[in-house]
C-alpha cells in the first residue's frame, strides 16, 4: 500500500505541476459598478501555479524514496528521513530542477487506514523564492492509475504570502482529472469542486461541474465556473471547446465581458 501511495502521490504532483498559468491584461471595461475583473479570475485560478514549485519538489521526494520502510536521504537540496508512514524533508535555500530558491519544511503523511489511497501534505514556512506557503493539501486518489485517466480530490487549506506583503488564502476541495489520448504529451485536465479564495480585501466562493484545459495549447477550452464575490454571483464561460485565452463573464442582468486570461 505504501509503495502505491509513493506512486500515485509522483503522478498527483507532477500533474498538478503541469497546470499552466495565464497571463492577463487590465483593458476590461465592467458593466456595472459590481464587477469580476480579468485580474481577479486570475487570481482564483493562480493558487495552484504558485504551488507549482512547491509540487515538483514532493513529486521528487516520492520519486526517491527508496525501497526500504525506513530510510534517510540527504543530497545538496534537501535532507529528508523517511518511514513506513511518510516522510519529512528539509530544503536548504537550494535551486531545484531549474526553480527559484526552495527552502523550508513539508511533512507527508500517507492514510492506510481507508480503502482510498490518500496522503496529506503540511508545509511550514515553505519558501519558493520570495513566496511563503503555509498550511495543508490531502489528497485522495479516485481514478484507475493504470487505465487512461487518473483522478483525485485535493483538500486545501493554505495561505500563500506574497512578495509585496499580500496574501492568498485558499479553502475547500478541488477534483483535478487527467485524461490521456495516444500519447502521454496529448491530455486534458479537468478540474471540479468546491472552493473559496480569499485575496484583496474579498472572498471568492467558486463552484463548477467541470473546465477543462488543453494540455497541448495551455488553455481552458470548456466548461463554467459559478464565482461569487461579495454578493455578486456571476459565470465564468471558458468557452466550447476552442483553445484560446478568452473566456465570458455573464452577469445577472445577462450582460457580457469577454475576459482574456
Known amino acids: 500500500m505504501n509503495r502505491t501511495i509513493q506512486n500515485i502521490g509522483k503522478i498527483a504532483f507532477i500533474g498538478l505541476a503541469l497546470l499552466i498559468g495565464q497571463s492577463c491584461s487590465d483593458d476590461a471595461k465592467p458593466p456595472s459598478d459590481q464587477e469580476l475583473t480579468q485580474v481577479e479570475v486570475q487570481t482564483i ?4 501555479e504558485l504551488t507549482s514549485v512547491a509540487d515538483n519538489a ?5 520519486a526517491d524514496n527508496g525501497e526500504t520502510a525506513k530510510t534517510a536521504k540527504t543530497n545538496e537540496c534537501y535532507s529528508a528521513e523517511y518511514t513506513e508512514t511518510g516522510f519529512t524533508a528539509t530544503f536548504n535555500n537550494c535551486v531545484l ?9 513539508v511533512v507527508a503523511t500517507y492514510d492506510t487506514s481507508g480503502e482510498a489511497t490518500s496522503f496529506s501534505v503540511a508545509y511550514n514556512d515553505f519558501y519558493v523564492g520570495d513566496i511563503k506557503i503555509n498550511g495543508t493539501r490531502n489528497f485522495t486518489m479516485s481514478g484507475d492509475a493504470e487505465g487512461n485517466s487518473i483522478s483525485f480530490t ?3 487549506n493554505i495561505t500563500i504570502e506574497l512578495a ?6 485558499e479553502t475547500g476541495d478541488k477534483t483535478f ?3 490521456f ?18 485575496a484583496n480585501g474579498n ?16 488553455n481552458f477550452t470548456t466548461g463554467t465556473m459559478i464565482v461569487s464575490k461579495n454578493g455578486l454571483v456571476v459565470t465564468v464561460d471558458f468557452g466550447d471547446g476552442e483553445c484560446d485565452d478568452k473566456a465570458t463573464v455573464i452577469y445577472p442582468n445577462e450582460v457580457t465581458e469577454e475576459i482574456t486570461l
Open 58 to 62: 514532493l513529486a521528487e521526494l516520492f
Open 164 to 169: 509585496d506583503g499580500s496574501s492568498i488564502v
Open 203 to 218: 472572498i471568492y466562493s467558486i463552484e463548477t461541474d467541470g473546465v477543462e484545459i488543453d494540455a497541448q495549447c495551455g
Open 154 to 156: 485535493v483538500t486545501s
Open 181 to 198: 489520448g495516444e500519447t502521454l504529451d496529448n491530455f486534458t485536465i479537468g478540474i471540479s469542486g468546491s472552493w473559496a479564495i480569499e
Open 45 to 48: 485560478l493562480t493558487s495552484d
Open 97 to 105: 530542477n531549474g526553480t527559484e530558491n526552495v527552502n523550508g519544511t
Open 177 to 179: 482529472t487527467f485524461s
